[in-house]
């Protein structure tokens, strides 16, 4: 199908997601693109057109997800590649946070995805094809930062959801893909996008310095460039065989392989105690 596929792409109002529909809609793709405000999509990407669609969206709202789906296979017959990228950072230690704001990051990231999945499939399932792309995060894969508990438990989800989901949808001819960027250069550390504890315990120093450090070095210096993120998945989107496991960015490439050695070391090491459990 060339570029005449359909995108449906969720947070798509500013970073990773606005990158992706930018560069989808200047190659001729077809784009529906969600945000919690169709004002904002509009600004930044235009009006309707025959190719763009812009809809207001709330995750965590079956219905809206619903109507959003819905709209657009009304404006373009059908959904060909699905790319949940909408979610919220959390930065705070797992005892300083709250269960409303730990449930809540759960309540997008995870759920709200899955109601989009939900909904999503019936359409890819009826056509024996399509392509799911599910952003996580390289914390979605190594979660040794102090302070990104949380957070990282939502990606770690993202994971292996789509790992289940991937073996669930491959008989209808449907690949899922698990995309783990490193530190892109985005607005996603910006007080929009990245949410702290409102109760924030001061003997947690670790966890305040890796607040200090996003919010002052790390912000607007990472190395990732988000429009070459966007020309990957464009490319993966294409192959006949995509990978299941997507790290973007050096960082994210060199952490993984830094977990992989570790893990290893570890298996070596306690191999005694792990097999010696068997009757």
Known sequence: ???????FITGASKGLGLE???KL????????????????LIKVLGNSSENFLPLEMDLV?????????????????T?????????????????????????????????????VVRNTMPILRANKSGHIFNISSVGGYVGNFPGWGIYCSTKFAVAGLTESLSEEVKEFGVHATIVYPGYFRTDFLKDSSLLLPENPIAAYKEVR???NAHKDSINENQPGDPEKLASALIKVSQDENP?????????????????????????????????????
Not at 1 to 7: C, I
Not at 81 to 107: C, H, I, M, P, Q
Not at 265 to 275: H, I, R
């Open 1 to 7: 199908m060339g570029n005449n596929k359909v995108w």
């Open 20 to 22: 992706l529909a930018k």
């Open 25 to 40: 809609l200047a190659e001729g793709f077809k784009v529906a693109a969600t945000s919690r405000s169709e004002e904002a």
């Open 61 to 77: 709202d079956e219905n809206s997800v619903k109507n959003a789906i819905e709209k657009t296979v009304s404006h373009f017959k």
């Open 79 to 115: 959904i060909d590649v699905l790319v949940n990228n909408a979610g919220y950072g959390l930065l705070g230690a797992l005892e300083e946070l709250t269960d409303a704001e730990s449930r809540k990051n759960f309540e997008v990231n995870v759920f709200g995805l899955l109601n």
């Open 209 to 211: 310095q890796s607040e």
């Open 243 to 279: 990978a299941l496991h997507l790290f973007l960015g050096e960082d994210a490439y060199n952490m993984a392989n830094q977990k992989i050695t570790s893990v290893q070391d570890e298996l070596g090491k306690w191999k005694e105690v792990s097999v010696g459990t068997n009757f």
